[in-house]
Structure formats: C-alpha cells, structure tokens
C-alpha cells in the first residue's frame, strides 16, 4: 500500500483524531496511489497515523477512515460501520427517519446518509468515498430492505474532486415524492427535487422546541421551505400563522403539507422575499407574538464571512422589529462559518439596533443523529436560538 509521510508540525492536530489532511502537510509520498484509493498514512517519527483514501486533486490530500493500524478497507468495513451508525441512532431513540451516516462525525468523512423510514438519500462528496458507493448499497441492502435508495450528489463542492453533479436511482426506480411523520404530522418530502437531500433532519428537535411559546399566538414564519416549523406552530396550538419563502415550489410544498395536516385554514404560506416583506410590515407597524428565522448558510466561504454576519444581523433586526413586548424570536443560523459565540453577537447587535431587550430562552444546535466532533468545527453547524424580546 503506498505511503504518505506527514510532516512534523501538525502530528499534534492529526493525532487528537481530525481526519484531514492537507496537501501542504505532506512531506513524501511513497509509491503512487491511484486517485481515490486507500494509503497509509504515517507522522514523521513513523508511527502510524491512519490510512484513509486519497486525492491528489484535492486540497485535503487524504481524508482517515480508520486510525486502527489494522482495519482492513473493504465492503465488510462500510457494512459494519453503517451498523454502527444505526445502532447509535436506535440508542437514541429513531425508528423512522434520522440521518444515519454525519460524514466525519461518523468516520466515515464526505459521506451523508438520511433515512426517511423506507427510503435512503445519499451523498458521497468526495472522490476516495464515491468509489465505495456500490458497497455502502449493498450494506444498506443488506441491513435495511429499503423500498428505495436516491443519490442527491448534484453538489458543487465534487467538482473540487473532479466529480461530477449527478442524482438518481441506486435501486430499482421508485415514486420519489414520499410522506414522512415527524413529531405526529407529516410532511411531503421530494427526495428528488427538493432541497438537499429533500427535508431538514437536523431540526427535528428544534421544532418541538416551539411547543409552548406559540400556543394561542399570531406567528410569522420567514425562510419557511415547506413549512416544517410553521405546520408545528399551527398544532402546538398558534391562532394564526404566516410563512413566507422566496422560492415558488417551496410554497407550494409548504399549503400542500399544511392541507395535509389538516392545518391549511389557519397556517398559510405566500411567495415573499423576507428581507423586503419584514422591513415593509415594520415600517406598517405589524406586530406578531412569535417571529421564526431559519435563513440559508448566506456565505459558504470564510472570505465572505462578512457577508453572511451582515444577513444574519439584517434580518434578525427586523424580526424583533415585528414582535409584540413579551414576544418571542425564533432564529437559527446554519452554516459552521458562525460559530455559537459569534452568532450570539449577532443577535446581540441586533437587538441593540432594534432598540429591544432580549433574554435567551432555549439555545440548542442540531438534533443528536449529528453528533457534534468537538474541534471538527464543520460538524457543529446549527444554532437555533430562542430569545424573549421585551
Ligand atoms: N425552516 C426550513 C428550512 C429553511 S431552508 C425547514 O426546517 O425545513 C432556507 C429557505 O430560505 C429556503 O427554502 C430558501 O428558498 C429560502 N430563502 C432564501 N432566501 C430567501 C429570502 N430572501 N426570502 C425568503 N426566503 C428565502
């Protein structure tokens, strides 16, 4: 097996269990490894620090999947790692949906796996992972009998890979508009169409958050998608919700989920761009009890990081800007580029420029089948915040 010899200074790093490494911590490789394949890797005292698959297209030269000198990288591997990652998810309780496989949070770096009960979303993200596709089906196969396996690799960030974007069938062809249930309603979901993988897992806990905060409320939901979080506010009791999201489909989804909930009389949902609408209805003096934000990453780079504090803190403004005193906000951010301190900032200026008073209500990250690797900050992503605005 060839072998990539790391040079002295980041043995530390590589040793307290991240699994990248980077081109430029690389002294010599030894022999020539196909793209994709699986190399040794060994610190510069030559103990051994891994093996992991290769890409020299790639800024992280090699991604670990075992630090066991002795694991062997074949099929039986990602079977039993998958039944690993399922054995965590039942320990903590899912039966139905979760996301199975977290990528590096479950070892088993670029790839993602969400289970909608019956049917299985995946996306390998990186080259030396998409060549075990055909053995992390089989593995899901073998454990699960799935009425249906879909591919949602049209992801830009394979091309840094030299993958291409594709989506499609790994198992026989399916209906692949599917009904989920989720805190006792259910959801449309477009594993093919819909955004990502076709439904946010990663909130599933935060929704349940609202329960009591919105009873008897008027609430106004922006960034909707199809309207998990309002659909919840309308049977934790709310009088009236609104949702809003720019996107045409998403909308559509969204009056279709709350029909199906029975719902769809007092939670409804309009094409709207958030950041107009909000600041229209605050200079109109419209007041709710409840405001909920959950808008997208804004910035997927640390370049533009500025961009993204800038949206958040914009947008939260003119939330609070909206809330009866005594209110609540509900906000989440979710790219790992605003870590917890900063997005607290955010909130904090928000507040200030709003001239508000707020307290922090409940403060919590993604639901527990996203472990969180502490130090491996692109596994902690989520916040949601809720804050009384006095
Ligand atoms: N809360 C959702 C996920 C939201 S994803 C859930 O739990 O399922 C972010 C959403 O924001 C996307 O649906 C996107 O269409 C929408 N969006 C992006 N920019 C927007 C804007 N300026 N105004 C309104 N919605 C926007």
Not at 28 to 40: H, L, M
Not at 282 to 291: L, N, S
Not at 340 to 348: A, K, W
Request: hydrophobic share 40%; aromatic share 10%.
């Amino acid at each position: 097996m060839p072998i990539v010899h790391l040079k002295r200074k980041i043995a530390q790093r590589i040793a307290s269990g991240h699994p990248w490494i980077f081109a430029n911590e690389v002294e010599k490789i030894e022999g020539s490894p196909e793209p994709g394949s699986v190399v040794d890797v060994l610190f510069h005292d030559g103990k051994f620090a891994g093996k992991g698959y290769f890409n020299a297209q790639s800024q992280i030269i090699v991604r670990l999947l075992s630090q066991d000198r002795k694991a062997v990288i074949d099929e039986d591997f990602f079977y039993n790692k998958l039944k690993e990652c399922w054995a965590y998810r039942q320990q903590l309780g899912y039966v139905e949906n979760c996301r199975l496989v977290f990528g590096e949070a479950d070892g088993l770096p670029q790839l993602v796996i969400d289970k909608f009960n019956d049917y299985f979303v995946i996306q390998t993200l990186a080259l030396g992972i998409d060549k075990w596709k055909p053995a992390i089906v089989k593995a899901l196969q073998s454990i699960f009998s799935p009425k249906g396996i879909f591919e949602r690799n049209d992801v830009p960030v394979r091309e840094l890979e030299g993958l291409s974007q594709l989506k499609g069938f790994l198992s026989d062809p399916f209906d692949t508009s599917i009904i989920i249930r989720e805190n006792g309603l259910q959801f449309h979901v477009d594993i093919e169409n819909g955004q990502k993988t076709g439904y946010f897992l990663d909130q599933q806990d935060n929704r349940r958050a609202i329960r009591n905060i919105v009873n008897g409320a008027e609430v106004l939901g922006a960034f909707t998608y199809t309207g998990t979080f309002e659909i919840h506010a309308g049977h934790y009791g709310a009088k009236s919700v609104l949702g809003l999201d720019i996107s045409e489909n998403a909308v559509q989804q969204a009056n279709r989920n709350a029909a199906l909930n029975g719902l769809e009389k007092k939670v409804k949902f309009e094409v709207a761009n958030a950041f107009d609408v909000l600041k229209q209805w605050g200079k109109d003096g419209r007041q709710y009890d409840v405001v909920m934000l959950d808008p997208p990453a804004f910035t997927k780079s640390r370049a533009t990081l500025q961009k993204a504090i800038t949206g958040y803190k914009e947008i939260n403004l003119r939330g609070m800007k909206l809330i009866r005193p005594g209110g609540f906000l509900v906000t989440s951010s979710c790219t790992n580029l605003v870590q917890p301190d900063l997005f607290h900032q955010v909130i904090e200026m928000a507040a200030k420029d709003a001239r508000r008073k707020i307290r922090q209500v409940v403060f919590q990250s993604q639901s527990s089948d996203h472990p969180i690797i502490w130090h491996m900050e692109n596994t902690n992503y989520l916040k949601f915040l809720i804050v009384q605005v006095v």
